[in-house]
């Protein structure tokens, strides 16, 4: 599907291409040193009409590192596989995680192709500024901007908050006294939020380089605990695992809760973005950033498929591994596994330890995607938010410590509320779908209408038209069903799905603030290159 280019047959391209696009006047020239990039990322930043604030430190490798921890497939659909297990069963679970890896990699491929044509911090806002219909430029550029920044900060938290609840989740494993509090969830989360705001400030040095270790951890990770399943577990029949199916949340019928049950194998793949918002970061970023988009889904979905089936075979008590009190079936099915604590314990810590690594990267993409939102006046003091300060390496210290704030205070309404946590934090998956399907809409209008687009170095050729309907006819239905309650039978106040309430308040609150503020400052990416249409 993927096509790359050399710089020559790249330079006629950009020739041909200058009735389309010709660049601004004002955009700053930047000379090609081994921290800023390419000639290539020059010529990029040139047309974007943006300076080179970062150093262009990360490489393919360290980036697949980055993007593959950051999406956390195999272990994020384990840690979340009570859904899909409640509506779907083991069979719902399997057919509905390959059906999801093959529509989320056309979702993807749709992305990784505007990425490479604009290879920019700001990710969809961007791309939905130099797409979208003239009339409509601004103002859904500058919707994606808030969704999308607010979608981030969710992503973060939700993070956090994984990894803090699976730690309280070893202790009721180790401590039968041990009574899980909210508040105990809310210090851990913090504190790992702590973690990563260190990591990416003083560690931000270091951190392509940690990418890289922590690349090796996730494969070696994922052997360490798939190996031992393989090895100690008593199996279910294969039978069992690819034809049985459950709706425990009492929906229609089975099929109906497959629907439902899907949302757990696409949590698995959300964030596919995150290396876009760290291309000017990323060293001849039109090429690598759609390479490694595609390449992480690629590995996390063959990791994450072996991951799911061998843990359906080993799931022997359904109704066990879902009642257990560590809050997390994968516990369970560790311990019934090997039968020992002391085992289970060291599989679940590197569960931690990796979902801990995936908050580090969470943080560094949603201060960036604050910080070029800020840069391009989408938020309130701009100059304040989008400042880079220099602490080792150049970074976007205040966007990191917003970011850090904001996850502080989500925290916080988990001791009040589970529920209204939870509601928060599932707006992660709302937000980066209307985001990714307004970016790929805007530019399969272009596509249909015949007009012309920015040359590529990564291309889908004649499949981007039906790769981009398949992944905007997926994006629809997905976010339909995120807005669902997970269980029809028992339906309270307090287990409702109010992620659409969420959803929709900070739309509204994003059209207000458009309407008072954004309307007379933001002006969009794409005035800082001047269209021929």
């Not at 993927?2 to 660049?23: F, G, P, R, S, T």
């Not at 899980?180 to 504190?191: M, Q, S």
């Not at 629907?259 to 757990?264: A, D, E, F, R, V």
């Not at 995150?274 to 990791?303: F, Q, W, Y």
Request: net charge neutral; charged share 10%.
């Amino acid at each position: 599907m993927a096509q790359y280019n050399d710089h020559e047959a790249m330079d006629k391209k950009i020739a041909q291409a200058d009735d389309v696009y010709e660049l601004d006047p004002s955009s700053p020239e930047e000379e090609v040193t081994p921290a800023n990039g390419t000639t290539q990322d020059s010529r990029d930043m040139s047309r974007l009409g943006k300076a080179q604030q970062f150093q262009r430190n990360f490489r393919y490798i360290s980036m697949l590192g980055f993007s593959s921890t950051l999406m956390a497939t195999w272990e994020c659909a384990l840690a979340t596989a009570g859904l899909a297990l409640i509506n779907g069963g083991l069979g719902g679970f399997v057919w509905t995680f390959l059906i999801t890896t093959i529509c989320f990699q056309a979702v993807v491929a749709s992305m990784a192709d505007m990425a490479s044509m604009a290879p920019t911090t700001g990710g969809q806002y961007h791309w939905v500024s130099e797409f979208a219909p003239k009339s409509k430029q601004r103002f859904l550029s500058y919707m994606a901007g808030w969704t999308s920044a607010l979608g981030w900060q969710a992503a973060l938290a939700s993070a956090c908050f994984l990894s803090a609840t699976m730690i309280q989740g070893l202790l009721v494993l180790n401590h039968e006294n041990y009574v899980p509090e909210r508040w105990h969830g809310t210090l851990l989360l913090v504190a790992i939020a702590l973690v990563a705001t260190f990591v990416n400030t003083y560690g931000a040095r270091h951190l392509p380089m940690l990418e890289g270790i922590i690349l090796l951890l996730h494969i070696l990770g994922f052997f360490a605990i798939i190996i031992p399943l393989w090895v100690l577990s008593p199996k279910v029949s294969a039978s069992a695992v690819f034809t049985s199916f459950n709706n425990g949340g009492g929906w229609l019928n089975a099929a109906a809760a497959c629907t439902i049950g899907q949302l757990s194998s696409l949590f698995s793949f959300l964030g596919a973005d995150c290396v876009a918002h760290m291309s000017e970061e990323i060293r001849d970023a039109s090429k690598i950033v759609p390479r490694t988009m595609v390449s992480t889904v690629t590995l996390n979905g063959v990791m994450g498929f072996v991951a799911v089936i061998t843990f359906c075979f080993c799931i022997t008590d359904l109704d066990a591994a879902l009642a257990s009190s560590t809050g997390y079936p994968f516990i369970e099915v560790f311990y019934a596994a090997t039968n020992s604590k002391a085992a289970a314990t060291g599989m679940v810590v590197i569960f931690i330890l990796l979902i801990i690594c995936a908050a580090i990267s969470n943080l560094a993409t949603a201060s960036r995607q604050v910080f070029a939102f800020a840069r391009d006046h989408g938020l309130p003091y701009p100059q304040v938010v989008s400042k880079v300060s220099k602490v080792g390496v150049e970074i976007p210290l205040n966007a990191i410590l917003i970011s850090l704030t904001i996850t502080t205070i989500i925290g916080l309404v988990n001791i009040g509320s589970t529920a209204a946590f939870n509601s928060i934090v599932s707006l992660v998956v709302a937000a980066d779908l209307s985001t990714y399907g307004l970016a790929i809409g805007c530019v399969l209008l272009r596509r249909l209408r015949g007009l012309p687009l920015l040359p590529t170095r990564w291309s889908m050729g004649r499949w981007a038209v039906p790769v981009n309907v398949l992944s905007l006819a997926y994006i629809a239905f997905a976010l339909l069903m995120s807005f669902f309650p997970t269980a029809k039978a028992g339906l309270t106040p307090q287990s409702m799905n109010y992620s659409s309430v969420i959803y929709f308040g900070v739309i509204g609150i994003a059209l207000v603030l458009y309407f008072v503020h954004g309307r007379s400052v933001y002006k969009g990416p794409v005035t800082y290159v001047r269209r021929l249409d």
